[in-house]
């Protein structure tokens, strides 16, 4: 797995910690943490509610150009 930078990006500039990410997805703060670093893969619910949150697209935040 690769590092979500897309996502750690779009949390910073929201001006938002993995904390308060993690407080309005649902999640914990290291879940949170797991996907930016690329150790854990979210389920689709936990992707929609990230992208809802950051008020990005699925594409936006988890498409892969390989």
């Known amino acids: 797995m690769e590092k979500n930078l897309k996502l750690k990006s779009a949390r910073a500039a ?6 308060e990410l993690a407080e ?8 949170i943490n797991a996907i930016e670093i690329g ?13 809802k949150t950051l008020n990005k697209t699925l594409d936006e935040i988890f498409w892969c150009d390989k």
Do not use: A, F, W, Y
């Not at 929201?14 to 904390?19: F, G, T």
């Not at 150790?39 to 992208?51: A, M, Q, R």
């Open 14 to 19: 929201m001006d938002m910690s993995q904390q």
């Open 24 to 31: 309005k997805v649902g999640v914990s703060r290291q879940h």
């Open 39 to 51: 150790k854990e893969n979210p389920t689709l619910n936990v992707c929609i509610s990230i992208c």
